[in-house]
């Protein structure tokens, strides 16, 4: 019998495949993507899953309304752009959004797998239609 992941595993894994999925939903047919702060265009490889509400808040740590594709320039070394993504995300998802973080979230490891299983999915998918 297979060993279970740890939910510690399970988390880092569904942020790998969350994490793609935001910079390809966001991407061109040929895997280009903006920044959602600076505009910049890069390579769905070269850029970030940006949260608005930090990833520390497990409640909006997988929100597709919480993620945006960012650099890393704005995403590490400006701190996420927080005022910038606001502005972009408007002041009625913003708000929800800092809302909904503040909330208490229990993920069982039922919750990461049915995730995982559904980005990767998705990833797959994109990537095959990316060639």
């Known amino acids: 019998m297979r060993k279970k992941k740890s939910l510690p595993k399970l988390k880092a894994e569904l ?3 969350f994490s793609l999925y935001i ?42 309304d919480n993620c945006r594709p960012q650099c890393v320039s704005c995403n590490i070394y400006n701190y996420g752009e927080q005022y ?4 972009r995300l408007g002041a009625k998802k913003a708000h929800e959004m800092f809302k ?19 980005y990767k999915s998705i990833v797959n998918k994109f990537l095959t239609e990316l060639g």
């Open 100 to 118: 909904k973080a503040r909330q208490t979230a229990k993920w069982m490891r039922v919750d990461y797998d049915e995730k995982i299983s559904y």
């Open 15 to 17: 942020d790998k495949w």
């Open 23 to 64: 910079r390809l939903k966001h991407a061109d047919h040929t895997g280009a993507v903006r920044c959602f702060t600076c505009g910049k265009l890069h390579h769905y490889k070269d850029i970030q899953n940006g949260h608005f509400q930090s990833r520390k808040y497990l409640a909006t740590r997988f929100d597709e």
């Open 84 to 87: 910038k993504f606001a502005t």
